[in-house]
């Protein structure tokens, strides 16, 4: 029993140490292309191109029926590029945005300037809104697209530097931009959001806009102010939408989500005193806040992603993509926790 106990520790010691073996020279192998513009350009003969039209990404089904993102190499995305009118050197416009499990370098490019239908028949996929796309793909690639879209629209917004109103020149990775006339360098950048689950011990407070979907309730949510910190913004946040006073706060997890224009998302769980849970909402942010009990949660938590063609539920929670859905499933896991050790289940 020691012996497999201990052989079972070394296998994963070693299969520990091969993977953050490997993850350390795929960072560093990045960060070269990241800088250097000779080695990107080379890194564009052997890419994986993720493609954009007009900022929705390039989907594919499978035979199996799944949706996936569409990934092309370098030859087929040049042999469809020419096909559609396009000198093949346009691939040399696009942004690193990662590399694969198998380190090959990945890409995304914007090709909103070409005819959409002929692009989708020749790359055997479609376009599609990545608010949508969110539903379709499967849980890994999500992440993946909304970086795709993030960088492009980056770039496309931020054509001309804000102190001399001089065009701005990208590197070759699209890891920054820099104005040649001020020496102002660039970076993308997203906007800090805190978002916040609030507890009563019992209860969770979730919260709707008008412009959420019907039905869909999240926790609260605000940008950061200049200058202030996580535990000052979700104090803030919390008092002007809701009224309330928050303590004992848990960071949880963060999240890169590319609406409105790239957000920085991060996550907390926070508690109400139990006497003091008047809610007083600012009717110019949300529409509703309410509490919810446990076995209204848990029963939103069991409900499928909700299917935009199907006529939504009273009641419903933010899909698994993302992260006010962890913040609901982590608080329904510590309650269904505190219940059976109260023999309460
Ligand atoms: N991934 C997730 O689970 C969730 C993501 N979110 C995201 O968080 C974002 C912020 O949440 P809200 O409650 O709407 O924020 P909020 O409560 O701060 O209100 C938004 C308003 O803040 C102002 N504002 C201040 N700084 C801003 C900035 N840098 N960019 C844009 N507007 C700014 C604008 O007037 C805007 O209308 C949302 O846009 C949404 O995309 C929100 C909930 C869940
Ligand atoms: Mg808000």
Redesign the pocket.
């Known amino acids: 029993m020691l012996q497999s106990f201990k052989l079972f520790f070394n296998c994963n010691l070693v299969l520990s140490r091969s993977y953050s073996g490997y993850y350390v020279s795929r960072v560093r192998y990045l960060k070269r292309l990241k800088e250097d513009d000779e080695a990107c350009r080379e890194a564009l003969k052997s890419g994986n191109f993720l493609l954009y039209h007009k900022l929705s990404p390039l989907l594919r089904k499978t035979s199996n029926g799944i949706y996936t993102l569409a990934s092309l190499k370098t030859s087929d995305l040049e042999h469809i590029l020419e096909k559609v009118g396009k000198d093949k050197h346009f691939v040399n416009e696009s942004f690193l945005l990662g590399c694969t499990d198998k380190g090959e370098p990945q890409f995304s490019l914007e090709v909103g300037d070409l005819d959409r239908s002929a692009l989708e028949q020749e790359c055997r996929g479609m376009f599609v809104d990545l608010r949508k796309a969110f539903f379709m793909l499967p849980g890994p690639e999500s992440p993946l697209a909304a970086k795709g879209q993030a960088l492009l629209r980056w770039h496309q917004t931020n054509c001309f530097c804000s102190a001399t109103g001089q065009p701005t020149i990208r590197n070759q990775s699209g890891s920054f931009r820099v104005c040649n006339s001020s020496g102002i360098t660039y970076y993308p950048k997203m ?1 800090p ?1 805190v ?1 916040v689950l609030v507890s009563d011990g019992s209860r969770c407070l979730l919260a709707r ?1 008008t412009m959420f979907p019907l039905g869909m309730y ?2 609260l ?3 950061c102010d200049m200058g202030e910190s996580v535990e000052e913004t979700l104090h803030r ?1 919390v008092a002007e ?1 809701v009224g309330l006073e928050v303590e004992n706060i848990q960071y949880s997890g963060s ?1 890169h ?1 590319p ?2 224009q790239s ?1 920085f ?1 991060l996550a907390c769980h926070a508690t109400v005193n139990p006497d003091k849970t008047q809610v007083n909402i600012d009717k110019a ?1 949300l529409e509703d806040a309410r509490w919810f009990t446990y076995e209204e949660i848990t029963e939103a938590l069991r409900k499928p992603p909700l299917d935009p063609r199907r006529e939504p539920p009273v009641f419903w929670v ?1 899909p698994p993509y ?3 859905n962890q913040l609901i499933q982590e608080w329904a896991n510590q309650q269904q926790l505190s219940r059976k050790l109260h023999g309460l289940e």
């Open positions: 906007a959001v978002i806009q999240s926790a949510s605000g940008f946040e939408e999240q989500w609406f409105p957000s998302m942010e933010p993302a992260i006010a």
